[in-house]
């Protein structure tokens, strides 16, 4: 089964021998059913964007806080002595 655009369907409607009321009013009805209602979909793509942008407005506010305000650590004072006292080691043969 060979599918048709809306223009090759009214195109073979034109050349039926049929009254011209006839071929207007399946020409109407071809083209309005064709017809794509993209509006609901705009609006949804829309939204979807609208979040998308808030949402990026949000992450790029936060990486700008990240280097404009940054958090302070304190240090801590590690004795490095302590880590390297060297134990002494006795070998008993040499007693």
């Not at 009321?21 to 609208?50: A, P, Q």
């Not at 240090?75 to 002595?81: G, N, Q």
Request: aromatic fraction near 6%; hydrophobic fraction near 30%; avoid cysteine.
């Amino acid at each position: 089964m060979s599918k048709f655009t809306a223009e090759e369907i009214n195109g073979r409607i034109n050349d039926l021998e049929i009254d011209e009321d006839v071929k207007i009013s399946l020409m109407e009805d071809i083209t309005d059913s064709f017809e794509v209602n993209n509006e609901d979909e705009i609006n949804g793509l829309k939204s979807e964007l609208d979040s998308t942008k808030e949402k990026y407005e949000d992450l790029k506010e936060k990486y700008k806080e990240r280097f404009l305000n940054p958090v302070e650590f304190k240090e801590e004072k590690v004795d490095d002595k302590k880590d390297l006292d060297e134990k002494i080691v006795i070998d008993i043969k040499e007693i």
